[in-house]
């Protein structure tokens, strides 16, 4: 069990690790949000809970600030949920297993849930403290917000007045974030079609990428595993006929897929095999700064059916023609990321093989670009597009006062210069922009590291001076 007797801010890693006891993947979220209201209720505070399980506690203004405007913080409960390969995780019923290696807060072979458990753990902090001076305030947790913001799409203002909002969902401290990327998910479809066939397959099995966020990490470069297995397809399907028997990669919309394997029926398995030597070759050295884990392994496996002539060509000509990555960069900021895709997940699903990607962009004309571009391919190859869970860009607000305070509030904390930037990923922030939009806002966090992935991790001393300032923030806004 892990002891956070010597690890500070107790108060934050204490309700971290409440929270972290209960499975909340996106979707699952009710026990969880349960636990807030009650939470709530054993210390006499107002609380609203939605159909879709959002919770917003309310704490009246401590003495001397009962005039201030309402402060609003705000994080989602909910959480990306990946595991190693080697574990036996259950996220539905396993708590999180967190450890700590010196200044490092990590999980075993799962996400940590720090994003965005963090912001729902200092929240619990302060509404659970009795002498952190503050505004009225009122605690915004949402739901789904990782896989479409669900949660904040169904929310309205009818129960919330606050004139400042400090989100905390960002990764990396001293960063304030004050704009960013709207986006949507393409989702295509191809009717899947099937005929008996008895006969010994090859599976193809690419692992070992790195994955990661597909809006924090997008920039990196890294290689898509659903991408490789296209050109590996369509070179055999050239040199060699042969037939999809199964197609599966990726496992969430805003997760870079680091694994992605097909099982072939070929006429030449010979063939096959030296162009899967060869490519494999050519991958390694095309990546050999970010991907060094690249693996591509082959087994033969016995192929029962196969997908029909038109359906594997469509579909590997789809997965070969569809763009991915970084499309454009910004001309206003340098190093941003304007507009990019992620090819996220292959699947079989409700008699269809869906391919889902999630298309991003800081530009709404960028954004429409991509997006019909991908419907014009998925016409041109037989399949059906449709868009979900799409939301707005956050637009930069040059009369923030939030931002020059909180800016020079961390400068006085730490004597060290804050940044002020945007962020190639979907905040919250645009939504809840468009529910309050005379709210003034601003997003940052401590340090996160490789989320969405098995490897995430924080700094614990981050989470404390992230701590500090809030508190001092708060203090503030008076």
């Known amino acids: 069990m892990i002891d956070l007797e010597n690890i500070e801010p107790k108060e934050v890693f204490h ?3 409440q929270l972290n006891q209960i499975p909340r993947c996106s979707g699952n979220e009710k026990e969880a949000s349960d636990y807030l209201v009650n939470f709530a209720k054993e210390r006499n505070l107002e609380v609203y809970q939605d159909e879709i399980y959002n919770v917003i506690i309310k704490k009246p203004a401590s003495k001397g600030y009962e005039d201030s405007d309402p402060v609003i913080i705000q994080g989602h409960m909910d959480m990306v949920c ?11 019923k396993n708590p999180i297993e967190m450890i700590v290696e010196g200044d490092i807060m990590r999980a075993n072979n799962t996400t940590l849930g720090g994003d965005d458990g963090i912001a729902v753990a200092y929240g619990l902090a302060i509404l659970d403290s009795k002498d952190i001076k503050h505004p009225p305030l009122e605690v915004l947790i949402t739901t ?4 479409g913001m669900d949660g904040v799409h169904a929310l309205s203002n009818e129960h919330l007045s606050g004139k400042t909002l400090l989100n905390i969902d960002s990764e990396e401290e001293g960063v304030f974030l004050v704009s960013c990327a709207g986006g949507a998910n393409k989702i295509t479809k191809f009717r899947l079609e099937k005929e008996k066939q008895n006969g010994s397959g090859l599976e193809i099995k690419i692992s070992g990428l790195k994955g990661g966020h597909s809006g924090m990490e997008i920039i990196k470069q890294r290689a898509n595993a659903i991408k490789l297995l296209g050109r590996i397809l369509v070179k055999c399907n050239y040199k060699t006929n042969i037939r999809l028997a199964k197609i599966q990669g ?14 072939i029926l070929a006429e030449d398995i010979d063939r096959v095999r030296k162009i899967v030597e060869d490519l494999t070759k050519d991958f390694k050295e095309e990546y050999s700064v970010e991907e060094r884990g690249l693996n591509i392994d082959l087994k033969e496996v016995k192929v029962e059916e196969i ?7 469509n579909l590997i000509d789809y997965i070969m023609m569809v763009p991915d ?5 910004s001309k206003d900021i340098e190093g941003l990321v304007q507009t990019s895709l992620n090819n996220a997940i292959i699947e079989e699903k409700n008699n269809n093989v869906e391919i889902t990607a999630s298309v991003r962009s800081a530009s709404s004309s960028s954004l429409r670009e991509i997006l019909n571009k991908l419907s014009v391919i998925a016409k041109r190859t037989g399949g059906k597009s449709e868009e979900k869970g799409a939301y707005p860009a956050w637009q930069f607000d040059k009369n923030s006062k939030i931002r020059e305070k909180a800016v020079r509030v961390y400068e006085e904390l730490f004597n060290k210069k804050a940044e002020v930037s945007a962020i190639h990923a979907g905040l919250e922030c645009g939504l809840l922009k468009e529910i309050l939009p005379d709210t003034d806002m601003i997003s940052f966090g401590p340090n996160l590291y490789d989320v969405h992935t098995e490897k995430e991790h924080l700094s614990i001393s981050s989470v404390q001076r992230v701590w500090e300032f809030l508190i001092k923030l708060l203090e503030d806004l008076k």
């Open 15 to 17: 309700w971290f690790h």
């Open 82 to 92: 990946i595991k190693g390969k080697d574990s036996n995780h259950d996220f539905t």
């Open 144 to 147: 789904n917000e990782e896989t």
């Open 250 to 263: 990726g496992t969430k919309h805003n997760a870079i897929p680091s694994d992605a394997k097909a099982v």
């Open 307 to 313: 997908y029909s002539k038109e359906l594997s060509d």
């Open 325 to 329: 990555g970084v499309q454009y960069m």
